[in-house]
């Protein structure tokens, strides 16, 4: 019966660090399927794409980045004019698109990972006249019928950050 007790207990404590562990993970799921017009074809992934998100401590850390006061909570940002449309084609077999727009006195950080978290590309930009980006999936190597994801950030002069991410899924 001790033995019996002592099991229960141990197979108790394993399943609530799983569960534990489970609340943690990020799951990449859904995308935003578009043409290479960048054309919408299908599917919306409504998370995908926009201005507003609200990272855990995981994947604020992708970033590394001296934090200014309340980088956790968005700020409206609604005085500023920056845009991230979809990636373009999605789902894509060799190359895809990344299209944006930012205010003068911005930094744009675009950080492509793996489910992981592993960083497969970074990139800072501030110069205005660039607001696009191709990327070549046989150069970043990732693999067929994955789902990778975007991670990107906006930080403005005076401290405010628009932050959000958009899922690609490679399929050759």
């Given amino acids: ?3 019996l007790f002592i099991f229960m207990v ?14 943690t993970l990020i799951k990449f799921e859904g995308i935003t399927e578009t043409n290479e017009n960048g054309e919408s074809t299908g599917s919306v992934d409504k998370s995908d ?33 920056c845009a991230f449309a979809p990636a373009y084609p999605n789902p894509c077999s060799d190359v895809f698109n990344l299209h944006f727009s930012f205010t003068k006195g911005c930094i744009l950080k675009i950080a492509l990972v793996d489910q992981n978290l592993n ?6 930009i501030n110069d205005l006249s660039t607001n696009s980006l191709t990327y070549n999936i046989s150069m970043l ?16 002069a005076d401290g405010t950050i628009q932050k959000g991410h958009g899922d690609i899924k490679v399929s050759n």
């Fill in 141 to 156: 190597s990732l693999a067929n019928n994955n789902i990778y994801r975007f991670y990107y950030k906006f930080e403005h």
């Fill in 10 to 23: 141990l197979i108790s404590t394993i399943v609530a660090c799983n569960d534990d562990n489970e609340s």
């Fill in 49 to 81: 794409w926009n201005l507003n998100d609200i990272w855990i401590d995981k994947e604020e850390s992708i970033f590394d980045y001296v934090t200014y006061e309340d980088t956790k909570n968005n700020k409206s940002g609604s005085e500023y004019s």
């Fill in 1 to 3: 019966m001790k033995k």
């Fill in 119 to 124: 960083i497969k590309s970074y990139v800072e």
